[in-house]
Structure formats: structure tokens, C-alpha cells
């Protein structure tokens, strides 16, 4: 639906509604006309887009919880276990293997390394899990493990915006601006795209990785912080109540109908909306995000301590902002970057702790959405920008002091759990040592065709002109991978 | 008997000339290229041809194909296969196979084209302006210049009429902003409000454009199309210090009125110029807002390579309005450009000596003119005060150290690299710059040289074809830009494509005629230019509209009212700082860091600090605020600038609430607020007049008695609850009451528009 056609809309129910405004309380209803709550019509019809029909399928999933980690967390390490690289430890890797690759840091003949910590089988599906995530064993059946999942880039910034926006370079719109833009949002009190960040700073490819690109940038994702204002300028300023406050939008509103009966402007009648959303959102949000009102269980079972910035609070948060029908919730979580150049990079300090950090959380968000009945309509996925390298580490020739891995993105790891995804299955295969993929392969396009399958979008119908191209999420590839859903 | 029948023939054939005689002749570009595009192009286009036909050119459409058939005979449709096929019955023979039939209409066209000869016709916008074009005939009292003339006939045409002038109020703010991004000051306010002359609205225009603030608001459109930011993009985001002197080159060209030839010409080859100046050179730094990559481990080479193609994409954008996207990577038979001239105008950029390293060389040591001209005034005034002997002041040393203070920075800018060995350019395969093709050189894109037809060596020569009165796009697509500036929407919608792709000109005509005046008669003048669309009747109509015409023309095209249009981010912060006299109009000089709440730059790897600058900076103009790629101003993205990664032509205009949660709590606007409710209350004695004050200092208008209630009531209601909340002293609750006045005011949908 053009935006004149929403406005069109817009003034129709605005002179239903205008007693509202007349006897002083707040209307409802303008805000549905924003692009905030995306293309689709106020009426809410599932699957009409400013983009045209991309429908092909009914969906399987609402909405998507995207848990990042970003630095790329090694797949050797938690769930691709190869016991064969623990007999060629520390040898050196053979030429066949380097031939013709590039690595960000690797120069010369590296040697190779072994897992650095045991994997045990668990549940009934038999899925390999290392001794590093001991909560996540217990939830494996409800997991589909994607083994060989491949990118083409590796270096942080550009995997990061290839797996967020489909292309390593700047400029794109992110994987929630194209929902959003296509969705919109099931609450129109809260933005349909949702960020959250933890770890010791934001991921390499910074805002770029949630902003709209070339789309409006009303789909861009917010950033919900989990300390301080949850929505900059989200507060009154001090010593205005939410009474005053209602008061003066209220005489905001009314000056700005007069207006509109004396110039004619639909886009008046849009701004009257706008304002009243963000009124609502001024107690939408701040309840939303108030996870102190969680009873102590779920805060035991999530591992959460209020005001802070970390990953459980964000779990928990997600799972909230999942009820609420937000559509797309990202979650970034910093520090995987194991490259042994440090202790922080090392697979035995700062990879420990992150994996110390996420374990419990990410099985709590899986459980509690089973427990609520919210996990086959919310799609969860988890996984860094690319994997990391059999060999270890050896940065410009010389072998790092501590135990890691360089980046690699010919074939890591990823799962996703709920949204009409099969569950307790392992898909996909790497060799005997885990530098490659050997049987049904994942690109990162596939990735996000199928992701954009589940919500019922056509990847290759849910597109934007801009510089003279219809641009898409998945440029001009990616297949559905139909193995994977049930 | 034969005669009879000959008769009858001749007078057929008169029926059938006449016929063909009076109708009105078919528009290749407007009437048959889109149809051809839509529904046939697919198949029969450069890339497939399917039976061996192609409508690319005239003369592969009508060749004889290999099944001895002919799609098109010229001047007879009934002759043409093309013409059978569309409007078969055969399901199995009907042109287009898949998708929707050609519509009768759509026929209809094609018939009277082929039958009128089939003629293929360069796209308008590649075909130089006709020097003859000039103004319809109309004699109109509404009328102010030429434009109007145009955009009259237009509307006659429509059946519309013009709306009449806007209130003085309206204008005033609608053409300061226009012309200076900000509102006018109390003196130029009250001289064009007291002045009922008719020359009130000229006088007013002639000083806004010389208006120091005129190279700041230009600058702002400017800024965008160069990409400019204080950061260089990707993973670390790492600072680009001095970079800002390039701002201030282009706010100095703005109001020195540079002509447009030579600000583009010195921007994408000043280095070239024989003797180049330090400002020639500082004028390349346009082409080194490109984005550099830090992270470690990055390929220097497939960095730098991508600035290359950034700069080729950005001056097709910017000056030719040319898009590239598809191009990189393979041809179409729309596109003016195809593959391989695509690298030819890549080898043109392909030269440079900067290579994506950390120090982004090369660089130069120079001061700024706006530099230059404060070291001249500053010793000026050191000279007068050493003839007047005082120089043991504070403030004779003060300016000695000031003085000392600015020295020449080293700025990255553009310079060719030494011949030997040449960097060879090749074509990239699919545009993966690691699947190498053929090597070109330096070329012009055919099409677009058709009327120029010139040969280049290098990027001055490419920059002298693109500032040449004869470049077919060059003025046409400036002078569409302003035009989208001041009325919010392009002569052509798209005014980052005036290609086949792009939208139609709504009033070909006048773009035309403006863009001849621009280069000729005006000799490439901006403000020359802007003075002429300013002071049309077209430009100073009310914007208020009525249903029916809302109804009809929604986005204006017509032109039977005045623009109304959401300020741009930096206008909407600049308006609250000037209207709550906090504004700081200073000039030039280093980005500066007003409030930005804590945490916001967190998002950064290897943090530079965001330090709340001092002294009055913080309430400089927005185009001063310090422009990070990943992580820029909250407020201003929010109001819809792009992060500078790309060139961008045309800002989306959202609304969103976001953006009410801004202009209600952001500290800026809450101080302006605060202090605009002060200055209200020094300024007059009782309530009325004190709140007519306020409302007047931002739409220089006086309250109507409906709004003049509302806030009143506002007021009441406010002081009562602030007196509930136990605050007794009058005082205070009076400013708390006038506060939330003000704060509404800031709010209202005519403050945040133009009008």
C-alpha cells in the first residue's frame, strides 16, 4: 500500500476517531499509519507490502530471535567434533590445505590444533556437545544443528554485515529493516525491531549491522539498552510528569488539527499519530524492558541480575519483547575473537568465559518460550559471522602465545530451534578435520532465504528500488533449504 | 466507372494521410521505450535475443530475422509481425509468452509509431538541451518570471489553477530556510514584515543570499553527495582529523558563489590544474571521503579498489545523475553505460596514489581560505594595536597566541601515482575485482558522448566534459537538485537517476530552459539560479490545499501550490537553538561534539572519546557536529540524514516517534525551551503577551484566538499541576507554566515544517 493510500486511510479513521481528541483523552488508531509499525495497512493484513505481493508460503514463524556472536566463536570447540585433528596436534598443516587461500592473520605453515576440551553425545538425537555449554546439552533435541554453514568473507566488519544485511560492503538495509519493512510490527506501541548489545563493546561492523540502508529510515532496528534509558530520550526531562506531559501533547495535537482543517496536509493528521505512539511508548517500553517485575525462578533459571549490561539480561529481555510481538530481536554478544594473541583472545581465558556467559541464558530463552507455547511461532537463531581455522593461530609467521584459531569461513557452525524448524538433527557435514564442508552445505544467502521462508517472505519478491536496482536481502542468490524445515 | 473507384482511392488514401497528418506524433522516449522495456526487452533485448531479435536499436529491429520475417516494417504496422504477435488470439503465438497482454492503448501506440516511421530516439536526458527552448506564450497576471509561465501553462492544461501568494509569515520562513537553513533574524524579519512595498520580498531574497550562513546550508545537500564524515568507515571507524577543512572549502565556494563548472571541475581534478593552488588541492579531498579499512588483516588492495569504484559511482551520481549499480557487474540494454565503459570510466579513477593505508596518504600540508582570511584579519588588528602602542594587553597576547594557533594540517587529498609502472585497469568479471578481464583505458561512455565527442587522457579531462555547457546531464541534474531542495520534490522525481530507469520530468520544458539559463545567461551561478525560482509566483503560492486537490495531485506535481515540507535534521535543531537564542553562528573550524547521551559511542571498538564540546560549541549548527559513519549524531539520524558510508541524492523524509521523543526530550530542545520561555517573560509584562511573544519569536505571527486558547488552557492546567506537586513560589510556576507553553510550541507540526 503507497503512503498516500495509508494517509487516505489515515484521515477516514481520523474523523471516526476525532471525539477522542475532542474530549481530551488520547485517540488511538493515527498510530497504525506510521511507517514505524512498517508497510503494512493499519488493517493489519498479514501479507501485504509496500513492495508488492512477496508471499509464497503461509508462515511458520511470527518472529525471529537472532542471537549473534560476534568475533565468531570457534565451531572446534563447541560443536563440530573432530578427533582426528587431536592426533595431528601440533603438526604442521599440509600444503594441500593452504594452497590458494587467504587468511587475515595466518602467514607461512601454521601447525595444526586439536579440540581444546572434550565433547560428550547427549539426548536422544545424539548431538555433539563440548564440556563448554553444560545447560545447552540438555536442550539439544530441541535443536537443529547446521554443520556446514559457509561465508565468503573474513575479516569481522564485512562477515557481520553479510550475514545482517547480505553484503560485506556498507550501505545495506539489515536483516530486521527488510522484516520489518515487509511485516511491519504485531504491536503498534513498540518499534517492530528490536537491538540488544552485551559484551565488552558492540560488534566490528557497528550500527550499519541494524541501520534501514536505503530504506526509510523508520525500519532502522532500535537499540534497547539494558542499562540506563532503555530508548535515548525515551524520559521526561526532569520535573515534567507524565501528566503535564499528556497535557501538552494533547495541546500539541490540538493546534496541530487545527492546522490540518485550515492546510489540508495528511501529514499533519501522521505527526498527531507519531505523537501519541510516543506517549505510549514512554510506559510501553519502560514496561516492557523492566525485568526486575520476572518472578526469581526465571531469574535463576536465566542467570539475570537487573541493571546490568550482559547477555542473560538480554535473553530475558528478548523473550519479553517476543510477547509483546516485536518482530525481529537482535541480540549482539562481543568477544569471540579467540585468536591466542592474547589472554582475552585465548581459547582457554576470554572464549571460556564468553561460553560461561551465554550457556545458561540462550537454554533459558529455549525453555521458556517451550514453556509458554511461544517457540513454534518464534524462529531463534544462533551463530558468529564465520568459524575459525583447524590450525593454530600463527600471526605473521610467528605462533601466538595462548591458543587460537584464525577466522574461517569455508565451514562453521549455527543452530536454530522453533519457527517450523525440524529439531534434535544434525544438518550438514565438514571433513575428517572441520576446514570444510562435505555434504549439504549452508550459504549465508541460503541462510536468510530460508529465515525470511519461515516468516512467509519470498527472498526473491521482497525487494527495493534504489540506484536503479531492485535490491533484495539475498542479492541475487540463495536457495530455501527445504531439508531443514518440517 | 474506374474513375469512380480511383475517386474513392484517392480520397481514402486523403482520409488516411490526413488522418495520420493530424495525429498528434508519437514520443519514442514518453510512449513506446517503456512498453518496449516492460514487455519485450526481456527477451528481445541486448542480452537475449530470442528468434534473433533484439529492440535495442532501430536497425536490429528491423532487420529481416532467420525465419524471414519482419517485427517491424516501418510506416506499416499492418506489415510488422510485431504487431501480429501482441494482439493474436493464439495462446500459443501472442507476444509477450508470459505475463500480461499489451493493453489495446498500448497497441494503439505502437501502430501509430511504426506507421509513423518507427523512429528510435535517444533518452531526453542524453540528448543537449535545445538552445531554442523558450517560455509558452501566456500573458498572466500571476505570473512573476518565466517559470511561472511554464508551470502555468501546465496547469491550464490540468485544469487547475494556481493558489494564491502565502502569507508574508510563511514566505519569510519558507524562503530563509530555503535560501540560509535557518530562520531569519529579528532584523531581517521585522525590515520584510514592516516593508509593504513591493519590493519587500526582493530585498529580503538579496540578503539571505549573501548571508554568510548560504554556504552552510548548501554545504549540508553538498555534504551528503560527498559523503563527507569526520571517520573513515568499517570495522575501527578511526578518525579522519582534518578532514574538515574540505567542509569549509565547499561552505567557502557556497557563498563566494564559485560557479558550478569550476567548484566541479577543481573538486574531481584540482590537483591536475596547471599550478595548482593549496585550495585546488584541498577541493580533491571531495574524492577522499571515501571509506578506508583499518581492521587488521584487511586486503589494502581490494580496499582501495573499492574507493575506486565508490568514485565512480559517486560522480556518475552527483553530477550526471547516472546509476552504476548494475553496470559493475554487467550490462543492460537500458543502461546508458554498459560493462566495459564502466571500467573505461574506472580506469579514469584508477590512478590515484592512495592505497587504503592507515596514514590515508597522500596528504598535504595547507591552511583553509576561511583559515587564511582569520590569520589576515587577526594580524590586522595585532598591526593596529602595535601602531597604537598597546601591546602589553591580555588581549594584544591572546591574539599572538591565537595567532600561533592555526597552522596549516595536513589533509588527505588526490594525486596521480608516477607512471612507471602503470597501473593497469581491467574489466572486473560479474564485478569480482579478483576475476580479472580485458585492460582498458580511459574513455567516455559512448552514449553519453555522442553530442560531445571528445577524447581523454586522464581526470581533468573527464571533469572538463562533465563541467562542459555541452555535457547533456550535468546542468539538467543541478538544476533539478535545487529544485528538489526548495519544492521537496525534482522536476524529475528521481533526481538520482534521470536515466531510462528514472522517472518522466513533470515539466520538461522548464528543466530545460532552466538548465540553459544556468549555463549561458547566468554563467553557471547558483545563486543567480536560486534568485530565479525564488522570486517565481510558482514558488511563493500558499501550501494550503483542498481536499480535491489532494485527491488529485497528493505530491504536488502539478505545481497549483506552494511546497510543504519537513525541515531537514540539522534545520529542525538549528531552528530550536536560533528560536531559544542559543545559537552559536559561528563559522568554520574543527567538528565540534554537542550532548550526546552516554554510551552511544560504546558501540566502537578502540573508542575515541565523545567529549561535550565547550564555550558555546556545543550549540554550534548541526552540519558542524561531529560525523561518525558508524555511530552518528543520534538526533540528527533520527531525522533522517544517511550515515554518509555512500553518496546519497535524496534523504527519505520519515515520521516517526522517535523523532517526537526527540524535539520533546532531547537537553538541546528542552534548553531551548527553557530559554525561550524566559526571554518571553523579560520581554513582556502579562500572559497574553508574554505567550504571543514566545509564539511570534518562532513563526513571526501572532496566535490566533483558537491557539491562543489552547495554550492558555495548557498553561492553567500545567501551573495547577505543578502546584498540586507542592511548588509555591510564583515565580517559578509561572516559568514552569510558560516552559511547557514553549515546549509545545517547539512541537507543533507548522515549527517543524517549511510552510
Avoid at chain 2, 504477435?85 to 507476444?95: A, F, G, H, R
Amino acid at each position: 500500500m503507497g503512503l498516500l493510500d495509508e494517509l487516505k486511510q489515515a484521515e477516514g479513521s481520523y474523523l471516526t476517531r476525532r471525539h477522542f481528541l475532542k474530549n481530551g483523552s488520547l485517540g488511538l488508531g493515527l498510530a497504525a499509519l506510521s511507517g514505524f509499525s512498517g508497510c503494512q495497512s493499519a488493517a493489519n493484513s498479514f501479507m501485504t507490502g509496500e513492495s508488492g505481493d512477496f508471499s509464497k508460503v503461509a508462515p511458520k514463524a511470527k518472529r525471529v530471535i537472532f542471537l549473534h556472536m560476534a568475533g565468531a566463536p570457534s565451531q572446534l570447540e563447541l560443536f563440530d567434533y573432530k578427533p582426528l585433528l587431536q592426533t595431528l596436534d601440533n603438526k604442521p598443516c599440509p600444503d594441500s590445505l593452504l594452497e590458494g587461500k587467504r587468511f587475515a592473520f595466518i602467514r607461512g605453515v601454521p601447525n595444526m590444533l586439536g579440540p581444546q576440551f572434550a565433547f560428550n553425545q547427549y539426548g536422544e538425537s545424539g548431538t555433539w556437545v563440548s564440556d563448554l555449554l553444560p545447560h545447552f546439552q540438555s536442550a539439544v533435541d530441541d535443536v537443529l544443528m547446521m554443520k556446514a554453514v559457509h561465508t565468503e568473507e573474513f575479516n569481522h566488519a564485512p562477515a557481520q554485515l553479510f550475514m545482517h544485511t547480505g553484503s560485506p560492503r556498507l550501505g545495506k538495509p539489515s536483516f530486521g529493516s527488510w522484516v520489518t519493512y515487509g511485516l511491519g510490527s504485531e504491536n503498534e506501541n513498540l518499534p517492530g525491531f528490536v537491538v540488544l548489545v552485551s559484551g565488552n563493546s558492540a560488534p566490528s561492523g557497528g550500527k550499519s549491522l541494524w541501520g534501514s540502508g536505503f530504506l526509510p529510515s523508520s525500519y532502522q532496528g532500535v537499540e534497547f539498552r539494558s542499562k540506563g534509558e532503555p530508548v535515548l530520550y525515551m524520559s521526561n526531562p526532569d520535573g515534567v510528569s507524565r501528566d503535564i506531559r499528556k497535557d501538552a501533547i494533547h495541546a500539541i495535537n490540538q493546534i496541530n488539527e487545527q492546522a490540518y482543517q485550515e492546510v489540508g496536509d495528511p501529514e499533519i493528521l501522521s505527526r498527531m499519530a507519531q505523537y501519541e505512539m510516543a506517549f505510549k511508548m514512554q510506559m510501553t517500553v519502560p514496561e516492557a524492558t523492566d525485568v526486575t517485575e520476572e518472578p526469581d525462578y526465571i531469574h535463576q533459571m536465566y542467570g539475570t541480575k537487573p541493571n546490568e549490561v550482559s547477555f542473560a539480561n538480554n535473553c530475558l529481555l528478548a523473550r519479553r519483547l517476543a510477547e509483546r510481538g516485536v518482530r525481529f530481536i537482535q541480540l549482539y554478544h562481543r568477544g569471540w575473537d579467540s585468536h591466542g594473541s592474547n589472554n582475552f583472545e585465548n581459547l582457554h581465558g576470554g572464549f571460556v568465559e564468553r561460553c560461561q556467559e551465554i550457556d545458561r541464558p540462550m537454554t533459558a530463552l529455549i525453555q521458556d518460550l517451550k514453556m509458554r507455547g511461544m517457540l513454534e511461532e518464534t524462529l531463534v537463531v544462533w551463530g558468529g559471522e564465520f568459524g575459525r581455522t583447524p590450525m593454530q593461530e600463527n600471526r605473521e609467521g610467528i605462533t601466538n602465545p595462548f591458543k587460537g584459531r584464525d577466522h574461517h569461513g569455508d565451514a562453521f557452525t549455527m543452530w536454530m530451534t522453533g519457527g517450523g524448524v525440524k529439531r534434535g538433527m544434525s544438518y550438514g557435514e565438514t571433513d575428517e578435520i572441520g576446514y570444510g564442508g562435505i555434504k549439504d552445505k549452508i550459504h549465508i544467502h541460503d541462510l536468510q532465504a530460508t529465515i525470511l521462508h519461515q516468516l512467509g517472505i519470498d527472498h526473491e519478491k521482497l525487494t527495493y528500488r534504489f540506484q536503479g536496482r531492485d535490491f533484495r536481502l539475498t542479492d541475487v542468490h540463495g536457495e530455501v533449504i527445504h531439508d531443514i524445515l518440517v | 466507372m474506374n474513375k469512380i473507384i480511383i475517386g474513392i482511392g484517392i480520397l481514402c488514401l486523403l482520409a488516411l494521410v490526413s488522418f495520420n497528418f493530424f495525429e498528434e506524433e508519437v514520443d519514442f522516449n514518453t510512449d513506446v521505450r517503456p512498453i518496449l522495456n516492460a514487455k519485450c526487452m526481456s527477451c528481445h533485448g541486448g542480452v537475449r535475443q530470442e528468434a534473433g531479435l533484439s529492440f535495442l536499436h532501430r536497425e536490429a529491429a528491423l532487420e529481416t530475422l532467420p525465419s524471414g520475417d519482419h517485427a517491424i516494417v516501418a510506416g506499416s504496422a499492418k506489415k510488422s509481425k510485431l504487431i501480429e504477435l501482441v494482439q493474436s488470439d493464439d495462446p500459443e503465438m501472442i507476444m509477450p509468452p508470459l505475463g500480461d497482454a499489451l493493453t489495446d492503448k498500448e497497441i494503439k501506440v505502437l501502430k501509430r509509431w511504426i506507421n509513423q516511421g518507427a523512429e528510435w530516439v535517444d533518452h531526453w536526458a542524453y540528448i543537449p538541451v535545445d538552445p531554442e527552448v523558450s517560455p509558452p506564450s501566456i500573458s498572466s497576471a500571476w505570473s512573476s518570471n518565466p517559470i511561472d509561465k511554464f508551470v502555468l501553462k501546465t496547469l491550464q492544461d490540468k485544469g487547475y489553477q494556481p493558489s494564491p501568494i502565502a502569507d508574508k509569515s510563511a514566505l519569510l520562513r519558507r524562503v530563509s530556510f530555503d535560501l540560509i537553513g535557518l530562520p531569519p533574524d529579528d532584523e531581517l524579519a521585522n525590515q520584510f514584515l514592516d516593508d509593504s512595498s513591493e519590493t519587500a520580498y526582493e530585498a529580503l531574497v538579496d540578503s539571505l543570499l549573501q548571508s554568510p550562513h548560504f554556504g552552510e546550508r548548501w554545504a549540508a545537500m553538498w555534504l551528503d553527495l560527498a559523503r563527507y564524515a569526520d571517520s573513515k568507515g568499517y570495522q575501527k571507524d578511526n578518525i579522519r582529523k582534518t578532514i574538515w577543512l574540505y567542509r569549509d572549502w565547499v561552505i567557502d565556494a557556497f557563498n563566494s558563489d564559485m560557479p558550478f563548472d569550476q567548484f566541479t571541475i577543481k573538486q574531481l581534478a584540482g590537483d591536475l590544474l596547471q599550478d595548482p593552488s593549496d585550495q585546488d588541492y584541498l577541493a580533491t579531498a571531495f574524492h577522499r571521503n571515501t571509506m578506508t579499512n583499518d581492521e587488521g588483516g584487511t586486503d589494502d588492495e581490494e580496499y582501495r579498489v573499492a574507493a575506486v569504484l565508490d568514485r565512480v559511482n559517486t560522480t556518475y551520481e552527483v553530477w550526471l545523475a547516472t546509476s552504476m549499480a548494475c553496470v559493475q557487474c554487467h550490462s543492460h540494454p537500458y543502461d546508458p553505460i554498459d560493462h566495459e565503459e564502466f571500467y573505461e570510466s574506472y580506469a579514469v579513477f584508477n590512478t590515484t596514489k592512495d592505497a587504503d593505508d592507515g596514514r590515508d596518504s597522500p596528504k598535504k600540508f595547507l591552511l583553509s581560505d576561511a583559515q587564511r582570511r582569520y590569520k589576515t584579519q587577526i594580524k590586522h588588528e595585532l598591526d593596529y594595536l602595535k601602531t597604537v602602542g598597546d601591546t602589553l594587553t591580555d588581549s594584544y597576547k591572546h591574539k599572538v597566541s591565537t595567532l600561533s594557533d592555526v597552522l596549516p594540517l595536513s589533509v588527505p587529498i588526490m594525486e596521480e601515482i608516477d607512471r612507471t609502472p602503470d597501473r593497469a585497469s581491467h574489466i572486473f568479471e560479474r564485478g569480482n575485482w579478483l576475476v580479472k578481464g580485458d585492460t582498458v583505458s580511459a574513455k567516455l561512455p559512448g552514449k553519453l558522448n555522442k553530442f560531445t565527442n571528445l577524447d581523454i587522457k586522464n581526470r581533468l579531462d573527464f571533469a572538463n566534459w562533465i563541467a562542459s555547457p555541452e555535457n547533456p546531464l550535468t546542468n539538467r541534474v543541478f538544476v533539478n537538485r535545487l529544485w528538489e531542495q526548495l519544492f521537496g520534490t525534482g522536476l524529475v522525481e528521481t533526481i538520482e537517476d534521470l536515466g531510462t530507469q528514472g522517472a518522466k520530468p513533470s515539466h520538461p520544458e522548464l528543466l530545460d530552459w532552466l538548465a540553459l539559463q544556468f549555463t549561458t545567461d547566468m554563467k553557471w551561478s547558483m545563486k543567480s539560479l536560486l534568485k530565479e525560482i525564488v522570486m517565481s509566483s510558482t514558488y511563493r503560492q500558499s501550501s494550503h490545499v483542498s481536499k480535491e486537490l489532494m485527491r488529485e495531485d497528493a505530491n504536488n506535481k502539478w505545481l497549483a501550490r506552494g511546497p510543504r515540507v519537513r525541515l531537514s535534521a540539522e534545520q529542525i535543531r538549528d531552528q530550536a537553538m536560533v528560536v531559544g537564542g542559543l545559537f552559536n553562528p559561528k563559522l568554520y573550524g574543527p567538528s565540534v561534539m554537542p550532548y550526546q547521551p552516554e554510551g552511544v559511542w560504546n558501540t566502537i571498538r578502540h573508542v575515541a572519546k565523545w567529549e561535550t564540546s565547550q564555550e558555546g560549541d556545543q550549540y554550534r549548527r548541526g552540519l558542524y557536529t561531529f560525523w561518525r559513519r558508524v555511530s552518528p549524531y543520534p538526533s540528527m539520524i533520527a531525522f533522517d540524514t544517511p550515515s554518509r558510508e555512500l553518496c546519497v541524492s535524496r534523504r527519505v523524509r520519515t515520521n516517526t516517534p522517535i523523532q517526537a521523543l526527540i524535539t520533546l526530550n532531547d537537553p538541546v530542545y528542552v534548553e531551548a525551551a527553557q530559554s525561550l520561555a524566559q526571554a518571553s517573560i523579560a520581554a513582556a509584562d502579562d500572559l497574553n503577551s508574554q505567550i504571543q511573544t514566545a509564539y511570534k519569536k518562532a513563526l513571526f505571527k501572532i496566535p490566533d484566538d483558537e491557539i491562543m486558547n489552547t495554550l492558555l488552557t495548557l498553561y492553567k492546567s500545567t501551573t495547577q499541576k505543578y502546584r498540586e506537586d507542592g511548588i509555591q513560589d510564583q515565580d517559578e510556576l509561572h516559568r514552569k507554566g510558560m516552559e511547557n507553553v514553549t515546549s509545545v510550541i517547539f512541537n507543533l507540526d507548522e515549527f517543524i515544517m517549511k510552510t
